[in-house]
């Protein structure tokens, strides 16, 4: 009988050391170890992300419409405001990637829908740089700036940064072309928590 109870003992044991292991609880929320950025923006709401940034950089006058006729938003000599907007650039290469560009799109586009702007898009690498201050400024005189395409008094400069795995941040400066100062700036920062593969949610502030 011995041998038939050390068999029922041990096909309980195991019973129960399987059930236990089943139930045990999966870990989520750490860091998002090997996403690349284009992944975790692929989990983002990116449409509405750049539309509240949007809304923040309109004038005052539009700035707490959700949305607003082209009348409403015209400038001082009775016309709709234009604003030269850069594709995102990241703060460690200067670049505008494949990310920056889809960031520098969705700006556009809410600026345009948002804040009724006429939008026209700028190069990041050939008319602003960033000094050691961290602050966006012409990288030619102003009088040169006016002499070309780009004829307009304001400006949407974006730049971003993917940090510590599971943050990325995002920045929009409004600047006036003429004087390098700016006059308004949106910041978000989004963390995510992934779990496995997966990117489980992220939060913005």
């Known amino acids: 009988m011995k041998p038939v109870r050390l068999m029922l003992i041990a096909l ?15 870990t989520v ?31 005052d006058k539009c700035a707490d419409r959700q949305s607003c006729a082209p009348a409403s938003c015209q400038n001082e000599t009775g016309g709709r405001a234009t604003v030269m907007v850069t594709d995102f650039a990241d703060l460690q290469s200067l670049v505008p990637s494949q990310s920056g ?7 556009r586009g809410g600026l345009n829908s948002v804040c009724c702007y006429k939008i026209v898009q700028a190069e990041f690498a050939k008319y602003f740089k960033l000094s050691e201050n961290g602050l966006v400024v012409l990288t030619r005189r102003a009088t040169e700036v006016k002499k070309n395409e780009y004829q307009q008094p304001e400006a949407v ?11 990325v941040l995002v920045f929009a400066r409004k600047m006036d072309t003429e004087t390098g100062t700016i006059s308004k700036m949106v910041t978000r920062e989004l963390t995510y928590s992934c ?4 990117v489980i949610n992220y939060t913005v502030k």
């Open 101 to 107: 560009m889809l960031m520098g799109e969705l700006m």
């Open 29 to 59: 929320g750490g860091d998002c170890h090997n996403k690349t950025l284009p992944m975790l923006l692929d989990a983002t709401d990116m449409k509405t992300l750049f539309h509240d940034m949007a809304l923040e950089l309109c004038t």
């Open 157 to 167: 400069v974006g730049t971003y940064t993917y940090l510590s795995n599971n943050k």
């Open 12 to 26: 309980v044991a195991g019973s129960l050391l399987s059930g236990c292991a089943g139930t045990l609880p999966i």
């Open 195 to 198: 779990g496995g593969s997966s």
